[in-house]
């Protein structure tokens, strides 16, 4: 037979970019889907959103062994002077205990004097929820876990279990058809003879595919013969998602490979300029890769470890991880204890030529820090503070591309923010955002250092009845102003509104149990503004100063009877089945940093929020307005 040279023989780089375009037309690349257990799904892809069906934890519990108290009862009591606590007053708990529904607070049982099982000293006054797990701490019910595209790890199982899922939809697994070939191959536990090569390829490339979570069948040896290969071909394409020949990949006259991919599919790549591994057939058969893999196992592993890795990594949407240290800024301020070492859970950016770094929720029964998290940084024994722009070591879990790719969004929450960060996935699942919720003043101070790339932001200015852009004036804050949404923020009531509350006066009512926003928040800005308009002093509202910090949270504590009304946007209400009383349509813009306003991420965020896609995703919202969303709002130009 006549030798055949290689005419399609190509630098890897660009067989692969015209092998995967190539692929993608075929619609290979196209997910698809399987539902399958959470506790079997360790390492696999998340095909899609995923929503709590219960919030963790789903009760206040006590975060310590102790005795729950009411504040209320502690008062007065010090070192100096103990105070006498009688049954009535406590109840002993262990970690993880619910709490008596009129306690709220717990007292470490170290820091307890026991007189009897009727009677305890205390030598402290604690603030209310001190050393409590409060209900919906670590996930609330309705949040989105994570984004489509995430890889479960273990830990991540965990927090799915806990909140409520027991079943995930999931990219479905390859499977792959191993096919060696060769008429001097043979098993490898036989006798060998003169001329014979024990066939040990297969075993290397279906544990390397074991590794990358894909499922494979080797097939008994093919001989070098057109017919037979041909056949063996044909019976795998009916079973099997790939196709990968091992031998006769070469120019050979008994090379057959590239004849049978040829003869049923077609070839786009045959031989690839690196040293091993030349002799590589890359084709199509009925929309699916037929890879011909070098038979020396060195050239054959540098082809499974560059060109099939790739493949594989782009129809999972996989984001390969890779362990690394490296120094960044801190974006807040950090306390620790100064008796222990501590390991903090953070999410890592690039933003301009520095890594910036900011804490997750910390704590030793939160999961979902574990799992959003990028790295981790270690404060050492004997150090009581991370001050904001200091510069310490993070061991990351991720790759440093993935890093460079992550977009840090600071500033107020919003619940859109979660289903604008999966519509990006969607559309480049290497492009991640990172979600911090500090505010709206904290989104101004962290664009304002440089230590965010976006802030999402609803800050009212009374004295002209304007949102968002008086506050980049008064600051002088070199960012774009971009419109989100419009939003409906009113009073959270509970199912029926048993309190009969119909406005912001009845919130001085003694009945009334109020849950706030923390002080930099834009709905708290709100609020004060509302009181003064009443003439309202904020000390006549019990539970102005009980706080939370994101609009679930507290939809989650009216829901769970812990307070009778909050101030926050309609779409919670729905979520969490409350009443709703409208007060006000609000702006809620992004900021963005003027120079990552032309980043090719922010780009593909604006194309997202443009998108008949990402509207159909939020439309089910209540109390929103997206009509606007990407419009340019404000320019400021501060920069000298």
């Known amino acids: 037979m006549q030798r055949r040279i290689y005419l399609r023989k190509m630098d890897l780089n660009e067989a692969m970019d015209q092998y995967f375009t190539e692929l993608e037309i075929e619609g290979f690349f196209k997910d698809q889907v399987e539902t399958v257990p959470v506790k079997a799904a360790c390492k696999r892809i998340l095909s899609k959103p995923v929503f709590a069906k219960r919030s963790v934890p789903d009760y206040n519990s006590s975060a310590v062994d102790g005795i729950s108290v009411r504040t209320a009862d502690t008062i007065g009591a010090k070192q100096n002077s103990p105070k006498v606590l009688s049954k009535d007053q406590f109840s002993f708990v262990n970690t993880g205990n619910s709490l008596n529904p009129q306690h709220d607070a717990v007292i470490m049982i170290e820091n307890v004097h026991i007189v009897s099982e009727s009677q305890v000293e ?28 995430k890889q479960l790890e273990p830990f991540d199982l965990s927090l799915l279990l806990a909140a409520g899922i027991m079943q995930v939809e999931v990219i479905k697994q390859l499977s792959c058809a191993i096919i060696p070939t060769g008429s001097e191959i043979v098993d490898p536990e036989q006798k060998l003879h003169q001329g014979e090569i024990p066939e040990t390829n297969s075993t290397m490339i279906r544990t390397f595919l074991e590794q990358m979570n894909v499922k494979s069948v080797v097939y008994g040896v093919v001989p070098d013969d057109l017919a037979s290969i041909e056949k063996a071909v044909k ?193 480049d699942y290497m492009v991640n955002l990172v979600i911090s919720n500090v505010g709206s003043m904290g989104g101004i101070r962290a664009i304002s250092k440089k230590c965010a790339h976006i802030a999402g932001i609803h800050l009212f200015d009374p004295s002209n009845d304007e949102y968002n852009i008086p506050f980049i004036k008064k600051y002088k804050i070199d960012a774009i102003l971009v419109h989100l949404c419009k939003r409906q923020q009113g009073l959270l009531v509970q199912k029926g509104n048993p309190k009969s509350i119909h406005s912001i006066s009845d919130l001085t009512r003694k009945d009334i149990r109020f849950v706030n926003r923390q002080k930099s928040s834009g709905t708290r800005i709100l609020l004060d503004y509302l009181l003064h308009m009443e003439g309202i002093d904020s000390s006549a509202i019990k539970g102005y100063e009980n706080e939370e910090y994101t609009h679930t949270l507290v939809a989650l504590k009216i829901k769970k009877d812990l307070a009778d009304v909050g101030l926050g946007i309609s779409s919670v209400a729905k979520v969490f089945d409350l009443d709703f009383i409208p007060i006000k349509w609000e702006r809620y813009d992004l900021l963005v940093l003027s120079k990552f306003y032309s980043d090719p991420r922010f780009e593909l965020i604006m194309k997202v929020l443009k998108s008949k896609e990402f509207r159909q995703e939020i439309e089910n919202l209540t109390g929103y307005d997206f009509s606007e969303a990407g419009q340019i709002v404000y320019e400021g130009r501060y920069s000298q």
């Not at 001190?130 to 984004?147: L, S």
């Not at 560059?306 to 594989?312: D, G, K």
């Not at 981790?376 to 790719?405: L, Q």
């Open 122 to 149: 205390i030598r402290e006054t604690v603030h209310p929820l001190a050393n409590v797990r409060t209900v919906g701490e670590d996930v609330c019910v309705g949040e989105m876990i994570f984004p489509r595209y």
């Open 235 to 427: 019976e795998a394409m009916e079973k099997h998602d790939v196709i990968l020949l091992n031998g006769g990949s070469s120019a050979g006259d008994a090379d057959y490979t590239y004849q049978v991919v040829e003869k049923l599919g077609k070839i786009i790549v045959h031989g690839i300029n690196i040293k091993p591994g030349k002799p590589t057939v890359l084709g199509i058969v009925r929309g699916k890769p037929v890879i011909g893999l070098p038979g020396y196992p060195g050239s054959c592993y540098i082809v499974l470890s560059t060109l099939l890795a790739s493949l594989i990594e782009r129809k999972y949407r996989y984001v390969p991880k890779k362990s690394h240290v490296l120094r960044a800024v801190s974006a807040r301020r950090l306390f620790s204890s100064i008796s222990e070492e501590e390991y903090v859970h953070v999410g890592v950016g690039k933003v301009y030529d520095r890594y910036v770094f900011f804490p997750f929720k910390r704590g030793a029964s939160i999961l979902s820090s574990l799992s959003k998290a990028d790295g981790t940084v270690v404060i050492p024994k004997g150090i009581e503070v991370v001050e904001e722009g200091e510069t310490v070591y993070v061991d990351c879990y991720k790759s440093r591309e993935e890093m460079d790719n992550n977009i840090i969004v600071s500033g107020s929450h919003d619940i859109s923010l979660s289903f604008l960060a999966d519509s990006v996935k969607k559309t």
